[in-house]
């Protein structure tokens, strides 16, 4: 079964159908592309699979239980990850502080017990045990990000590669079993892409599927278990990197409809 499925997912606009009934399938520890000419409808089905808008129709799966009416934190905390197509940084705040909000929303509540005395107790315990998790867990993300050594500057002050990879940071965080990409390379230089498309390789490798939209045909062709091309929110084609390149559906949608 995947790990994660759409049915019939369908989002309009007024009179635009952004996503139209499309179903996708995401496979435990694949890297899944998703790709498709602007207005295509990538970013509105990450929205209506992350929660951060509701399907107009159909269902959202994940780990076998319908997700499609979870406000986005009870999405978050389900193991669900994503970043932006434009940063969403705390941009007035470190680097090592935008990491822990990130742990912080993953956060869950102690248990309450009757006894007023206990619980002042067990929350004090509890307050400190997540303080401590936080850190570790925020120190972890940094240095797999080799961040590090920039844990104290704004994040505002990083290059812009930098606050990409900071954003990614801050999704996994959350400690998601699968985290959703939107353009993670956008404004990149080929250096900081290169270097992008191992650092999705590793988050791979440590069991976490990954889903992202993105522009970038090299870093799509070269890291991609499977693609899928949406036009027009509709899903046109679906496959390996070289099944998709070959689709005459999808050379049309991308170069426009030639008579020969
Ligand atoms: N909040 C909204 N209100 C009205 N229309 C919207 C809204 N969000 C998206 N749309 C429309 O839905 C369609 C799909 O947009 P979407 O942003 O999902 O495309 P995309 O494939 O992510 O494009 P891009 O590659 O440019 O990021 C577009 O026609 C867009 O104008
Ligand atoms: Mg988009």
Not at 60 to 75: Q, S, W
Request: glycine residues 8%.
């Amino acid at each position: 079964m995947p790990l994660l499925y759409t049915q019939n997912l369908r989002r309009e606009f007024g009179g635009v159908i952004a996503v139209a009934d499309v179903d996708i399938e995401i496979f435990k520890d694949s890297i899944t592309g998703l790709i498709g000419p602007n207005g295509a409808g990538k970013t509105t089905l990450f929205n209506t699979i992350t929660g951060l808008d509701f399907p107009t129709s159909g269902h959202v799966f994940f780990k076998g239980e319908d997700i499609t009416e979870l406000p986005a934190y009870k999405i978050t905390r389900s193991g669900i990850a994503r970043t932006f197509q434009n940063i969403r940084l705390f941009k007035d705040m470190t680097v090592f502080e935008n990491v822990m909000i990130g742990r912080h929303f993953r956060g869950n509540n102690p248990k309450i017990v009757k006894n007023k005395f206990l619980n002042f107790i067990l929350g004090r315990i509890y307050v400190k045990k997540e303080e401590k998790d936080i850190y570790e867990n925020s120190i972890k993300w940094l240095n797999f990000f080799n961040l590090l050594d920039m844990r104290d500057e704004y994040a505002k002050n990083l290059p812009y590669g930098k606050q990409r990879e900071l954003e990614i940071a801050r999704a996994l965080a959350t400690e998601p079993e699968i985290l959703f990409l939107d353009e993670p390379a956008a404004g990149m230089n080929p250096q900081e892409t290169d270097s992008l498309m191992k650092t999705i390789k590793r988050i791979r490798d440590l069991g976490i599927t990954v889903v992202l939209i993105e522009h970038d045909m090299k870093l799509v062709m070269n890291i991609c278990d499977k693609i899928i091309v949406l036009n027009y929110g509709k899903k046109i084609a679906e496959g390996t990197p070289s099944q998709v390149q070959n689709n005459k559906d999808v050379i049309e949608a991308y170069l426009g409809k030639t008579d020969d």
